[in-house]
């Protein structure tokens, strides 16, 4: 099995993403215990480890509850895994959703004087404009279909008070050590985040092998399958694997194009690909994988909620 980084790796490490080697006292520490613990389950390789980790027993305590926040526009494999992964675990798993994504972010909106239409950008989907400029949709899928669907779970589940300063909620999140730039503190009083993968230093080659080592299928990515952070390796993979999952990434890149053409509050047209070539065109033979990077170096990066 991979080796856990030695003390100069960790340090090396997080110096990398910007945190102090004198920050680093209490890092690889759990937070103060709470009276609540649910896990944030993405369904994919790292929460999923997490999740059979703390039904082992090797990670405590053993959770409340997980939730799964499902925007409705997972691949099927994703919701196969979590049917066979529910039936593992000794805690409930809570889905929950806010709605339909998909449906969503292909809705035309009339404005209400009557002066045109809109639609919302969601899905952070690579733009050109008539002129040739390359642009970038905004993006609030994770925050409004992944963030506020757990909050509002955890809320309801822990009987959260109006205005509750005290915390009494810790919410598990299964992102792992080569990802520990994406760590990010609760903006919320009564909740506090853990880190448990990244305690253990963790990274995600190391749940794999764990998950081999315990006789458990792998898992599969856990992400929308049009999502435009897909690197083209995971791209081919969706194409390869799971064809009809690509077929329906490239209709929702054309839904979404229809779309966003009968609009007045965007002009140029959304791609998928960073290539801004239509997604059944990309020549994915490309290793090049730079645009997973944007979960690293885009300002509005991941919460922490997609893809683990």
Known sequence: MTTAPTDSESTETADAVGIRSSALFGLFDPPPATKYNF????AGVQSSTLALMA????????????IFADTQAEPESVYRW??????QLPFPVHRVS??????????????????????????????????????????????????????????????????QKECTVTSWIGISYDEIQRM???????????????????????????????????????????????GNREWRRLRDEEPQEFARAIKFEKDL??????????????????????LEQVDLRDPDENQMQLWNTMQN????????
């Open 39 to 42: 896990l944030s389950l993405g």
């Open 55 to 66: 039904a082992h027993g090797e990670i405590g305590p053993m959770p409340d509850a997980a």
């Open 82 to 87: 979590l049917d066979w992964l529910e039936k």
């Open 98 to 163: 806010k709605g339909n994504l998909t449906e969503v972010a292909l809705t035309i909106r009339q404005r209400k004087d009557g002066t045109g239409q809109w639609a919302k950008s969601l899905i952070p989907a690579y733009t050109l404009e008539p002129d040739g400029t390359a642009g970038h949709m905004g993006r609030a899928c994770t925050y409004d279909y992944k963030l506020l669907p757990l909050l509002s779970a955890q809320r309801k589940l822990a009987g959260i008070k109006r205005a």
């Open 184 to 230: 990010k503190n609760s903006r919320e009083p009564w909740v506090q985040h853990r880190f448990p993968l990244i305690e253990r230093k963790m990274r995600r080659q190391q749940c794999l092998e764990w998950m081999e080592v315990k006789g458990y299928p792998k898992p599969p990515r856990s992400a929308c399958v049009y999502c435009p952070y897909h």
């Open 257 to 278: 194009q229809a779309a966003k053409s009968q609009t007045d509050n965007m002009r140029g047209v959304p791609y998928l690909h960073p290539s801004r070539v239509p």
């Open 301 to 308: 990066e991941c919460e922490g909620m997609c893809g683990v």
